[in-house]
């Protein structure tokens, strides 16, 4: 049964994907930065096209996540949202918001930008991944508030199931550990152990919550399969979620100058890791194999059964590859890093939102399906986008093993700029396989423009 309320994630998405173009572009004027350094400079500084990068990924997940718990949770409570006006309050809100962090990022020196948006009164600017100026950080804890008490009101006035808790447990999770964003110690060593406290229990913690309840919630919906099998995967996908990465968090701690007993927790849990993965890949590929009927939407399918494979691939075993402490001591902050880094968003975060927007938009749009020929064109994008992806990924992972070899290991090791000289052709090529990512996510976008008739 669908409800009028459910709308409201409409504009979410449609903003997400705005940001997701944003972001790819930015992403493609680094990626040429590496081996054109002067391009684009001084009008789009590497470092103001990271952060427009790295931000606008952020918040493009959190508004596909926003879209999707406001579309799921008045179908798994059967009521209408508690209030769809301040979700659309909101979503302006946080859009108007975004849009003006990367103004700010684009036109004003970042040092500047820190002393007009009040980092003086309370700073928390600078550090990684947490670039946005205080005044936005705030913005960001009160969409997040009203978001949780609109769905929480919802979940409570209505039918309680194991997938809406387990994706409020998660959301309400991002919003907990964020505040960590605001806690900005001048020790280096407190600063970095409580800023993973952010990055890492997001990624590789609550999201994980996030991203199972939407991957079962497609799957109970595509093949029909009992609710009661797909919630016992999904409470064991879960559990072994947080026990290895709420502990795993330790393995970004082995050489900040914390204690030594980091080394042996951060590796053996971490290790431990891509065990939920893996399970979740099993839970796609075996509640699709015992699917009661054919549903129309052949591209959600495909995109929720992708989800399980790259997100194994990308966080679970290119992970592994160096979360090892003595392994680490070697790679890490190198491309090896960054090969990681790319999969991973791409196979667990950035696959499940498109595969929530494949699955409900056809549903708001008044139809159970695409038509045959656009879902066609959305499969296409599929491929062409994660092709390009696991290229990028191995194109990252050859200059990272190169990199390792040149600047860290070898008898008389290079400079970092000197490396990097030796790396443009693999920068080179992960750049041509970014613009076939582009070409991709553009024809993903003009999926949802081609024909009108309803898939069967």
């Given at each position: 049964?669908?409800?009028?309320?459910?709308?409201?994630?409409?504009?979410?998405?449609?903003?997400?994907?705005?940001?997701?173009?944003?972001?790819?572009?930015?992403?493609?004027?680094?990626?040429?930065?590496?081996?054109?350094?002067?391009?684009?400079?001084?009008?789009?500084?590497?470092?103001?096209?990271?952060?427009?990068?790295?931000?606008?990924?952020?918040?493009?997940?959190?508004?596909?996540?926003?879209?999707?718990?406001?579309?799921?949770?008045?179908?798994?409570?059967?009521r209408e949202l508690y209030s769809p006006k301040l979700a659309i309050v909101t979503f302006w809100v946080f859009l108007v918001a975004a849009a003006l962090t990367v103004v700010g990022y684009l036109a004003v020196p970042y040092a500047t930008l820190a002393k007009i948006t009040g980092n003086d009164l309370l700073p928390t600017m600078g550090r990684e991944f947490l670039e946005q100026p205080t005044v936005t950080k705030i913005g960001i804890v009160l969409v997040a508030l009203s978001m949780l008490f609109n769905l929480s009101m919802t979940y409570l006035k209505g039918r309680k199931t194991s997938i809406t808790t387990v994706l409020l447990l998660g959301l309400w999770g991002l919003a907990v550990f964020f505040l960590f964003s605001f806690y900005n110690p001048t020790n280096l060593v407190l600063d970095k152990f409580y800023w993973w406290w952010v990055v890492h229990l997001w990624v590789e913690g609550v999201w994980e919550l996030i991203l199972g309840a939407l991957l079962a919630f497609v799957l109970i919906k595509v093949t029909g399969v009992d609710r009661e099998v797909i919630e016992k995967w999904l409470y064991v996908i879960i559990t072994l979620?947080?026990?290895?990465?709420?502990?795993?968090?330790?393995?970004?701690?082995?050489?900040?100058?914390?204690?030594?007993?980091?080394?042996?927790?951060?590796?053996?849990?971490?290790?431990?890791?891509p065990i939920p993965f893996f399970a979740?890949?099993?839970?796609?590929?075996?509640?699709?194999?015992?699917?009661?009927?054919?549903?129309?939407?052949?591209?959600?399918?495909?995109?929720?059964?992708?989800?399980?494979v790259m997100s194994f691939l990308g966080a679970g075993v290119w992970g592994f590859l160096h979360t090892l402490a003595p392994v680490n001591f070697y790679t890490h902050g190198s491309q090896i890093t960054a090969a990681h880094g790319h999969m991973a968003f791409y196979g667990a975060y950035v696959m499940v939102v498109l595969t929530m927007i494949s699955y409900s938009m056809p549903l708001m749009r008044g139809r159970q399906a695409n038509s045959n020929a656009s879902q066609v064109m959305e499969m296409w994008g599929f491929w062409l986008m994660t092709i390009a992806m696991v290229f990028i990924t191995l194109f990252l992972t050859a200059a990272g093993i190169l990199q390792v070899w040149l600047q860290r290991v070898a008898t008389t090791p290079l400079s970092f700029m000197a490396t990097q000289d030796q790396l443009a052709l693999f920068y080179w090529l992960r750049e041509g396989t970014g613009v076939v990512f582009l070409i991709g996510l553009l024809v993903y976008l003009a999926s949802f423009f081609k024909g009108e008739k309803v898939a069967a």
């Open positions: 049964m669908q409800y009028k309320s459910q709308a409201v994630a409409k504009p979410y998405f449609i903003g997400a994907l705005g940001l997701f173009v944003a972001q790819i572009l930015f992403g493609l004027i680094m990626g040429l930065q590496y081996v054109v350094g002067d391009f684009l400079f001084p009008e789009i500084p590497f470092n103001v096209a990271r952060m427009v990068h790295t931000n606008a990924l952020i918040v493009w997940l959190l508004m596909g996540f926003m879209g999707s718990a406001y579309y799921l949770v008045p179908e798994e409570a059967e979620a947080l026990v290895t990465g709420l502990i795993g968090t330790g393995h970004h701690y082995y050489w900040i100058g914390t204690p030594e007993y980091w080394q042996w927790f951060g590796s053996v849990f971490s290790a431990l890791e979740m890949t099993l839970f796609a590929f075996n509640m699709v194999n015992r699917r009661r009927r054919e549903h129309p939407n052949r591209a959600a399918t495909l995109w929720a059964l992708g989800t399980g």
